[in-house]
């Protein structure tokens, strides 16, 4: 039988599984690159390779739209 429950929700996106067996070696990756980048800056990122630099840049407009929805919380 299908479980058709959210395990988890936030900000209009839901899923029936656990979110973090939905993250691949890659994804953790991009997620490892973009605590690094927070915490040290990125240096030149003409030097950065174009998928992390993307990840980087969705991550930060995702972690930008969090705190905005916290604050209006």
Known sequence: ????TPVWARGGVSTTQCPKSLISAESLVF????N?????GCGD??????????AIALLEDELKREVERSAGE
């Not at 997620?31 to 973009?34: D, G, N, R």
């Not at 690094?36 to 040290?40: D, L």
């Open 45 to 54: 990122a003409r030097r950065m390779n174009a998928r992390v630099a993307d």
């Open 31 to 34: 997620l490892e690159e973009f």
């Open 1 to 4: 039988m299908a479980r058709n």
């Open 36 to 40: 690094i980048w927070g915490r040290f």
